[in-house]
């Protein structure tokens, strides 16, 4: 239901849960629980879920058509399910296509690759996270980031909702957030609709929607370029920025391949570790030999010489003025070049910090979002110090810290696998053989599956395993989804309830939900680390088992429980411990794989026993576990390898004949250019067309639970569609009206909502909706599908991470009361 | 003569035909230990799973904990230690 992994209570009376509780013991959410986590009882009664194996009568597929279930035994559904992938499998298991959402169970997401296919996308990832997790990964290792709660005063929120309304385990950081506030945190709010972030903020900044970059570029003239006002020791001494760059954007290399610095009392280049800091140029152009050269924040900074808060008033929206004072307030509030002593050690102390999550950088140039607001949070020193911007590890191992070369960090833009190697004939549907610094993009399966042979593919996919993911639902091109679905001669799902993509399922196998099963979770974690526990606090419903269960028969019966076994080992870091290894030759249960875990993790004296009885081994991350994690590796201002990974991406495609694809982001530093998102707008798509939603939900799952749609229902902003009333009064429009949205992708209907809290250039559609397929008929339907609006091709996706644009222009009509 | 304790996971578990063998090796690096650890095939997995002296980038070997980079393989053995080889799977994916 959610990713992350809040302590709670359950209380139980007769066998029956009746009640779920904040647990007060539990750091990391401080007693405190979402509407989600108290509608888990909605969930695991739900009357309509499914409770039993489900075979499919009707050979008719579509979203409309009744699939016919009938129940069916295990015996059977496992003996269908393995018999048909066991075919596909033999023959080519690359035409598996599997989409995977339950991220409490990441462990289990290698099951498509253990089958021996390539193609496993989430179907949710690349909205929000393509772009992030890769430059969080280069930065200084971490998978997310989040401003330090305990001590930022200054607080730029760009398109997040974190501490507000969603993001990293909402409910501790709403605590933290109010918290802060009380103390006298500042927050100012950039988005294009009054979000609930920019509703409770000091300031809410409207601003058209994938133009935040332009915004932060704009302060980074006015601290570079008007007020000079930046932390020099920071970017000499903790970044690359000093290394000098040549002409083409490499690094000048000596013979040894060492990149060089400008020594100011030599007057001359040399290697990186000769020069004694207080020697080394941060700015300036030298001549070398004869050959020009910057330093890599020179390069920046005339990169930002055209980025004049009036140029990007053009582009925002927002005010000259407004950016400067902005700029000004923050810089201020970094205190640069105080320090500040925590548990008897020094840190720099830079209490000024801007944040951001997928509004701001789930663009088709994600990657220049992501890099500008990290560059921006260097000029303020404030990477990884108190008060500052602070690296988020994906799960108990921390951060992902080692050296690489010039005395840089590592740079780690995949947490979640090895890099990609480039082939050709691609292996992936979703190309991830072509994205060497991305994640999954998802949404390119709309444009390969029915394509194959435009994208090199030999092969096409006749099978899909979903799990927890609605691809019908969750992705762009929805017609598209479909024709995919109607080309699956094989679909099995496994789920607690129907979705609009199990309609087209052949099989059903029922899931238990977080209240049935056991699990040992930890995911993104701001403030704290360990693990919580989730166990059965009832019986599993009906005839639903735990999919770690289902995956780990269908393998055996596969013939590849022994390589499922040794994934696991991998993946839950047993190479390191080799005594807790799982036998390849036996099948291990569910508990006593996690018993596994834990005690690997914790000792064994901390085992599954140990967790049932005082429930997590949750604690806060030291400050020598959150400050400063990459030690006296510099972190990358000047991004060469994304550059240099671009040059010989260029060259590999070049090779095989695919001179046309797009590698124009591989950039090593950020700078505003136009998308296409934007460039839309020329061709009559007056309008910017957004989605939103709020705590009530995560990804589609929760839109049917009767409880959160009850409360979604009492607010009238998430069954219309968001007008400005000055935008309103321009087109006749009032709340109430039937109005229609037209995209270069295809077309909605909704019924108008005239709020003032919209930009008058922006119309914002719910997320936080009911869906098509809605089984419970204390569900009411209403609302409408975004996802119609937007595109999947490359023209609207990073062509560097794989990100994907989440903004449409649109056209608004309206169709009458 | 060294001892190691290895444990082969995945393709190298296909390869060797066991899955945790404690072996007696002459030498003392582990370059010297694959050498002398028979595969089906009737090579030793040295010659599968290093390339031009250097471990090849889709398989990993762990000593002790310690994951070793390409160039690795002359990393001195005294006995005892762990080891596992494994085959890299780079299919996994998400955000």
Wanted: with cysteine; charged share 25%.
């Amino acid at each position: 239901m959610c990713l992350h992994g809040c302590g709670i209570k359950v209380q139980v009376v007769d066998g029956v849960a009746v009640k779920i509780e904040g647990d007060p013991s539990n750091p990391d959410n401080l007693g405190k629980l979402c509407p989600k986590g108290n509608a888990g009882l909605a969930r695991l009664y739900d009357p309509t879920r499914v409770l039993h194996p489900m075979k499919r009568t009707n050979p008719r597929k579509g979203l409309q058509e009744k699939p016919g279930w009938v129940q069916i035994g295990w015996e059977e559904a496992y003996e269908i399910v393995a018999r048909e992938l066991g075919k596909l499998r033999k023959d080519d298991p690359r035409k598996l296509l599997c989409a995977i959402g339950d991220f409490q169970r990441i462990l289990l997401w290698g099951w498509p690759a253990v089958f021996g296919s390539p193609n496993f996308f989430t179907s949710l990832g690349n909205y929000c996270g393509g772009s992030y997790h890769p430059v969080n990964g280069s930065v200084d290792g971490s998978f997310a980031a989040i401003n330090d709660y305990e001590h930022c005063n200054y607080w730029i929120q760009i398109g997040s909702g974190d501490g507000f309304s969603s993001h990293l385990h909402l409910s501790g950081s709403a605590k933290r957030m109010a918290d802060a506030r009380m103390r006298g945190m500042r927050v100012v709010s950039l988005d294009p609709r009054c979000s609930v972030a920019s509703a409770k903020a000091d300031e809410w900044i409207p601003i058209l929607p994938g133009t935040d970059r332009a915004f932060v570029l704009g302060m980074a003239h006015v601290l570079v370029h008007e007020l000079r006002r930046y932390d020099r020791d920071f970017l000499r001494d903790r970044t690359n920025a000093p290394y000098l760059v040549i002409s083409n954007g490499d690094f000048l290399r000596d013979s040894e391949g060492k990149a060089q610095v400008w020594d100011l009392q030599a007057q001359a280049a040399r290697a990186w570790d000769a020069v004694p800091r207080e020697s080394m140029a941060l700015e300036g152009a030298f001549s070398h030999e004869g050959v020009k050269v910057r330093t890599g924040f020179q390069v920046w900074m005339d990169i930002l010489l055209e980025n004049t808060p009036e140029k990007m008033e053009a582009v925002t929206t927002v005010p000259a003025e407004t950016i400067r004072r902005i700029a000004r307030e923050f810089v201020d509030a970094a205190q640069i070049g105080a320090t500040i002593e925590i548990q008897g050690k020094t840190y720099p102390y830079r209490p000024a910090a801007l944040n951001y999550y997928r509004g701001s950088q789930s663009h088709a140039n994600g990657l220049f979002d992501n890099m500008t607001y990290k560059l921006f949070n260097m000029l303020a020193g404030n990477i990884d110090v108190p008060g500052g911007h602070l690296g988020v590890p994906l799960d108990h191992r921390g951060f992902f810290i080692s050296p690489g070369e010039d005395g840089m960090l590592k740079p780690e833009p995949h947490q979640l696998h090895p890099a990609p190697e480039f082939k050709y004939p691609p292996d992936s549907t979703h190309l991830l053989e072509w994205f060497p610094i991305g994640f999954d993009a998802g949404q390119l399966n709309a444009e390969t599956v029915l394509n194959p042979e435009r994208f090199g593919l030999n092969y096409r996919p006749e099978a899909m395993l979903l799990y927890h993911s609605n691809p019908w639902w969750n992705m762009p091109e929805t017609d598209k989804i479909e024709k995919i679905f109607h080309s699956m001669k094989f679909v099995v799902a496994i789920d607690i309830q129907e979705t609009e993509s199990t309609q087209w399922a052949d099989v059903f196998l029922p899931d238990c939900t977080f209240l049935e099963s056991t699990l040992l979770n930890c995911l993104e974690p701001p403030a704290v680390t360990g693990h919580a526990l989730r166990q059965p606090v009832v019986k599993p419903l009906g005839e639903t088992r735990d999919a770690y269960e289902i995956l780990t028969e269908l393998s055996e019966r596969m013939g590849f429980r022994d390589d499922w076994n040794d994934f696991l080992n991998i993946v839950c870091g047993y190479t390191a411990k080799p005594k807790y290894l799982l036998d390849p030759d036996k099948r291990h249960t569910v508990d006593e794989f996690w018993d596994r875990y834990a005690r690997s993790i914790y000792g064994d004296h901390k085992g599954l026993e140990w967790f049932k009885v005082h429930g997590h081994a949750v604690r806060y991350r030291t400050p020598e576990e959150t400050y400063l994690p990459f030690g006296n590796l510099r972190i990358p201002f000047y991004f060469e390898f994304i550059k240099r990974t671009g040059d010989q991406m260029r060259v590999k495609l070049s090779a095989v004949g695919m001179k046309d694809w797009p590698l124009d982001n591989y950039q090593p530093l950020p700078f505003w250019k136009t998308s296409q998102v934007i460039e839309d707008g020329k061709a009559g798509y007056e309008y910017y067309g957004i989605t939103f939603k709020e705590s009530l939900h995560t990804f589609a799952d929760t839109m049917v639970m009767p409880w959160l749609s009850e409360v979604s229902d009492k607010d009238a902003i998430h069954g219309g569609i968001l007008i400005n009333p000055v935008t309103a009064g321009k087109l006749g429009i009032q709340t109430g009206d039937r109005v229609r949205l037209t995209s270069p992708a295809g077309s909605i209907e909704g019924a108008a909502q005239v709020v003032e809290g919209i930009h008058p250039q922006v119309v914002g559609v719910s997320n936080t909706i009911t869906r098509q397929v809605i089984t419970n008929k204390r569900v009411q339907a209403k609302g409408t599908h975004f996802n119609r609006l937007l595109t999947g091709s490359m023209l609207y996706t990073d062509s560097a991470t794989g990100g994907l644009e989440s903004t449409a222009r649109v056209r608004v009509e309206r169709q009458g009361a | 003569m060294p001892i190691a304790n290895i444990a082969a996971l995945g393709s190298t578990r296909k390869m060797l035909g066991f899955s945790r063998q404690t072996l007696e090796f002459a030498g003392s690096t582990v370059a010297d230990l694959l050498r002398q650890m028979p595969t089906r095939d009737g090579g030793s997995l040295y010659d599968i799973l290093v390339c031009e002296g250097k471990l090849r980038s889709d398989f990993a070997i762990v000593v002790d904990g310690l994951s070793l980079k390409a160039d690795q393989l002359d990393l001195q053995l005294h006995g005892g230690e762990e080891i596992v080889t494994l085959a890299i799977i780079r299919s996994l994916a998400g955000g």
